[in-house]
């Protein structure tokens, strides 16, 4: 099948327009990718974060509780 050379260069634009949005599609994957691990980053540092504080919290509430005993303690005596 021959074509003629107005079907070439449709062609071939086709082809570089083809090539455009390959590497339009391959930038956006890679920035989505990008942002899915930084999100992950940020889960993975807020949840660490909110442990870090549970644990401190309960720390503080138990030095509390021995401090008010020990107060009680004192007052009875």
């Given at each position: 099948?021959?074509?003629?050379?107005?079907?070439?260069?449709?062609?071939?634009?086709?082809?570089?327009?083809?090539?455009?949005?390959?590497?339009?599609?391959?930038?956006?994957?890679?920035?989505?990718?990008?942002?899915?691990?930084?999100?992950?980053?940020q889960s993975y540092h807020y949840l660490s974060q909110n442990l870090v504080c549970q644990a401190r919290t309960r720390s503080l509430k138990a030095r509390l509780k021995r401090a008010s005993r020990r107060k009680k303690e004192d007052e009875g005596l």
């Open positions: 099948m021959e074509f003629t050379s107005f079907e070439q260069e449709i062609n071939a634009d086709r082809e570089s327009w083809l090539e455009r949005v390959n590497v339009h599609l391959e930038r956006k994957l890679e920035k989505a990718i990008n942002e899915k691990n930084m999100l992950r980053n």
